[in-house]
């Protein structure tokens, strides 16, 4: 090797070298950045607070829980948007927690006032399991004001003996997941008296899914690591690609003059007719397997279709959906063209054990959502309700 090899070598030598330090001094930097950022976030903000102009909430907050101060309010909310645990069976779930507004069982259910225990006791109570998502969980809500709590009085009182009411919603579920929780507590050797599932937005969310996707988009079944696939996750985590994503974000907003969920929303057909109708397929095709199955225990069933946003609301008393302040619904739009259509069948096969909730907001000039798709203390009380008109 001649000494101009040699020295071209050195010199890329060297700027290998100090490319790479570059990239670690960089990487830790801003690691250590997002690491005192997301602190702040998670101890000063809550994805209420800062969405929406303190004027919008402050005004429909107070208006929602006025014996509370706005950090009470603040804690509340940051419990309720907690981290997920992975689940082999339904993917994830929402995982055991001991908050001051917010509590969740090492069973799997939220607990509520008078909360009765695990394994229920049949002998002493009729017993009730709720299913659903997060608007069932009541997200938003204090443990006493969530359906759990609200429910159980309102039945004790129609059925004339004490219930249980366990409720088993969790975040970003439809009913196929909703599915597989009722088998497995069967398995497990638990079963209500009485099955209710409180469905409609997240059937209509996660529209081409069969299972929604973990909410940190990690999935639990994984092929064997490649190089590739190696890469990948690294590149994920890197503090530098964080940023890069952000700054792509920016200029995407700044080019379009439109928010990244403006910008999802104009590319896609919400009314496309064939998602639609196979979202009402996937629900009734789980209607029917597990109306097998509780027949096949003697559990007794009560679907309920519910409120959204999008359906029979008057938005002007709804503060939380604006274009100008940039919240994407994507997914949850498409309910403002399925239900129309789930109605349309409701009302052509009048399906058994189908309660029709969803138009409860109709007519009410109040606020009656906590955030944009999540229900206000008073919506609980309405729905709950109409829930207990249903049961027979």
């Not at 007719?273 to 629900?283: C, E, I, K, N, W």
């Not at 679907?303 to 919240?327: A, C, H, M, S």
């Amino acid at each position: 090797m001649g000494i101009r090899d040699s020295r071209i070598l050195r010199t890329t030598a060297t700027y290998f070298i100090n490319t790479v330090i570059l990239l670690i001094v960089l990487n830790v930097g801003l690691g250590i950045f997002y690491h005192l950022y997301d602190a702040h976030v998670a101890r000063d903000r809550n994805r209420i607070f800062s969405k929406y102009p303190n004027s919008i909430v402050l005004k429909n907050i107070h208006e929602l829980f006025p014996k509370m101060t706005k950090a009470e309010v603040a804690q509340l909310l940051n419990e309720e948007y907690r981290t997920w645990q992975a689940d082999w069976f339904t993917g994830f779930s929402e995982a055991p927690f001991h908050g001051k507004y917010v509590n969740v069982s090492p069973y799997g259910f939220r607990v509520g006032t008078n909360q009765g225990p695990w394994p229920p006791d049949h002998q002493k109570d009729y017993v009730v399991f709720l299913f659903g998502g997060s608007t069932a969980f009541s997200y938003g809500e204090t443990d006493d004001q969530a359906f759990g709590s609200v429910l159980q009085p309102m039945l004790e009182k129609k059925l004339g003996r004490p219930v249980a009411v366990y409720n088993f919603g969790q975040s970003s579920w439809f009913t196929t997941q909703e599915r597989i929780l009722f088998e497995q507590l069967i398995l497990s050797g638990q079963k209500p008296d009485l099955a209710i599932f409180l469905d409609g937005l997240n059937d209509f969310h996660w529209v081409n899914q069969v299972m929604p996707a973990l909410p940190d988009d990690r999935p639990i079944w994984r092929q064997p690591p490649t190089w590739r696939s190696v890469l990948t996750d690294a590149k994920k985590v890197l503090p530098m690609t964080r940023l890069a994503i952000a700054v792509r974000h920016m200029l995407d907003r700044a080019a379009h003059k439109k928010t990244l969920g403006e910008i999802q929303v104009a590319h896609t057909k919400f009314d496309d007719p064939v998602a639609l109708q196979g979202a009402v397929d996937r629900y009734f095709a789980n209607k029917k397997l597990i109306e097998a199955e509780a027949k096949e225990y003697g559990i007794k069933t009560l679907f309920v279709w519910e409120p959204t946003p999008f359906y029979k609301n008057d938005l002007q008393y709804d503060p939380f959906i604006r274009p100008e302040f940039g919240f994407s619904f994507t997914g949850f739009t498409y309910t403002k063209y399925g239900y129309p259509m789930m109605r349309d069948v409701f009302d052509r096969t009048h399906p058994d054990n189908f309660l029709w909730c969803a138009d409860l907001q109709e007519g009410r000039h109040e606020l009656l959502y906590v955030d944009a798709y999540h229900y206000s203390p008073l919506m609980t009380e309405i729905i709950s309700g109409c829930i207990v008109d249903g049961v027979k």
